[in-house]
C-alpha cells in the first residue's frame, strides 16, 4: 500500500495545479486605451520638452518603489509607514538620466502650484517626500500648463534647468528678429518721409528648411518652438499655431498638421548657417 500513496502525491499535485489554472481562467481582463488621460498626455508632452534630456521622466509609479520607511525593516514602525503609502501612486517621477536617482514628483491636482497654494490633495504623501528629501510639485488639474511656466516652476527645485541653454538663447535671438511688425516700424534713421527706409527682404521657410538653415533637425526645432511659445500641442495632441507665431509671421499649411507643415517668416539675417546643437 505504501506504493499506493506515494503515487497519490503526484496524483494531488496535478489537480491543484489544474484546479487553480481554472480559478485564474475564471476572471477576463481588457487593456486600457491610453495609459494617461488626456489631460496627462497633454501635461507629460510639455513636461517631456520642458526638462529635455537632463532629465527622465517616468508616469505612474507605486510610492513604494520610491519611499522606503526610515524605521528598522519589519518592525511595526516600517510595517505602519509602509501600509499607509502602498496603494498610492505617484502620477510623474522625474529621475536623473544616468543613475535614475529620483530629484522631483509631479502631481496633478484641482488646486496647484501655478494657481496659489490652495488645497493639498494629499498630505501624507507630501510628509513622505518631504521627509525623503525629494520636491513634491503640485500642478493644476484643470487647463493646459505651458512649457514656459513649467521651466519657472521647476527650476528652483531643479538645479539642472536652472541654467539657460545656448542654444535656447540663441534661438530666441534668431526668432527675435520674425517679428514683421518691428521690421516694418520706421526707425529715427529714417532720411525723409519721401524716402522711408526700406524693411529688409523677407521669406517663408518650412520647418524643414528653417532647421536645415540653423543646422538642426525638425525635431529639434518644433522642440525649441514649443518651448519658447511659438507652438503649443491642442486637446488632441496636434501642434498648433500660437498668436505670438501669427505675429511673427508664421502660418499653418494643413488643417493636422506635423513638424513640416507650417512656413516660417525669415528675414535676411536669418540666412546665416549657425551651428545651434
Keep these: ?146 512649457v514656459a511656466a513649467l521651466r519657472r516652476a521647476l527650476s528652483p527645485s531643479l538645479p539642472k534647468l536652472a541654467q539657460a541653454s545656448e542654444v535656447e538663447q540663441e534661438v530666441e535671438r534668431f526668432l527675435a528678429a520674425l517679428s514683421p511688425g518691428e521690421a516694418n516700424r520706421p526707425t529715427a534713421a529714417s532720411p525723409t518721409r519721401r524716402q522711408p527706409a526700406q524693411p529688409p527682404a523677407r521669406e517663408q521657410l518650412s520647418t524643414e528648411m528653417l532647421a536645415q538653415r540653423l543646422g538642426m533637425t525638425p525635431q529639434q526645432l518644433v522642440q525649441r518652438f514649443v518651448q519658447l511659445g511659438y507652438l503649443v500641442f491642442d486637446s488632441r495632441g496636434q501642434l498648433q499655431l500660437t498668436d505670438k507665431a501669427q505675429r511673427a509671421g508664421a502660418r499653418q499649411i494643413s488643417a493636422y498638421p506635423d513638424p513640416t507643415d507650417f512656413l516660417w517668416q525669415v528675414g535676411q539675417q536669418g540666412g546665416e548657417r549657425r551651428a545651434l546643437h
Excluded at 497519490?8 to 485564474?24: C, D, E, N, S
Excluded at 522631483?104 to 504623501?125: H, I, K, M, N, S
Design 1 to 146: 500500500m505504501e506504493w499506493l500513496g506515494i503515487a497519490t502525491i503526484p496524483a494531488l499535485g496535478l489537480a491543484w495545479w489544474v484546479l487553480r489554472r481554472q480559478r485564474a481562467a475564471r476572471w477576463q481582463y481588457r487593456s486600457v486605451t491610453a495609459l494617461l488621460s488626456p489631460v496627462e498626455r497633454r501635461f507629460a508632452r510639455h513636461l517631456k520638452i520642458a526638462i529635455g534630456p537632463h532629465y527622465r521622466l517616468y508616469c505612474k509609479v507605486r510610492a513604494a518603489e520610491l519611499l522606503k520607511p526610515k524605521a528598522p525593516q519589519q518592525s511595526r514602525q516600517w510595517q505602519a509607514a509602509y501600509q499607509a503609502i502602498s496603494e498610492k501612486s505617484l502620477d510623474f517621477v522625474l529621475c536623473d538620466p544616468d543613475s535614475l536617482a529620483p530629484k522631483a514628483v509631479l502631481t496633478l491636482e484641482e488646486f496647484g502650484l501655478l494657481d496659489g497654494p490652495g488645497r493639498v490633495r494629499d498630505p501624507l504623501l507630501e510628509h513622505a517626500c518631504q521627509s525623503a528629501g525629494i520636491p513634491l510639485l503640485r500642478f493644476p488639474l484643470k487647463g493646459t500648463v505651458s
